[in-house]
């Protein structure tokens, strides 16, 4: 395994591995000159088939020999090339999961504003689902 992400050009358009390119065109490693070139020296559009981006746990199961340019993806780029490679169940959970990430990112400032707004703790807990031991903790 690789920590790369790999664009692929598959000889078979059939082949799953990865996600088609232009799933993720609006990538920002689809301005680099490399990428621009690579597409170019291959003769194919970011919409060819058998035209993949690979994340980095798929790359291993590339033929030898096939076209492959690797690329940058940012943490968040990874994640929806991982999600849109996933089942759709598999997909939907993620997505819940980086709801319940973004709402519980400020979860300790939303609890001790609501604290220091004078709602009670009892009522924070009951509200959010927090342990009541949790809540009384930042009263103090």
Not at 28 to 33: C, G, I, L, Y
């Amino acid at each position: 395994m690789t920590d790369d992400a790999y664009i692929v050009l598959f000889d078979d358009p059939a082949v799953s591995l990865g996600v088609p390119l232009a799933a993720v065109e609006d990538a920002a490693f689809m301005d680099t000159p490399a990428v621009r070139a690579w597409l170019e020296a291959q003769g194919v559009t970011v919409t060819s088939p058998g035209l993949r981006l690979l994340p980095p746990e798929e790359t291993s199961a590339v033929p030898e020999g096939a076209e492959r340019l690797p690329v940058p993806l940012g943490d968040e780029e990874l994640s929806r090339v991982r999600q849109l490679n996933a089942p759709y169940d598999v997909a939907r959970m993620e997505e819940e999961l980086l709801a319940y990430r973004s709402c519980a990112e400020g979860r300790e400032a939303l609890l001790a504003r609501a604290v220091a707004a004078g709602v009670p703790a009892h009522r924070i807990a009951e509200l959010t689902g927090e342990d009541l031991t949790t809540v009384k903790a930042l009263v103090h």
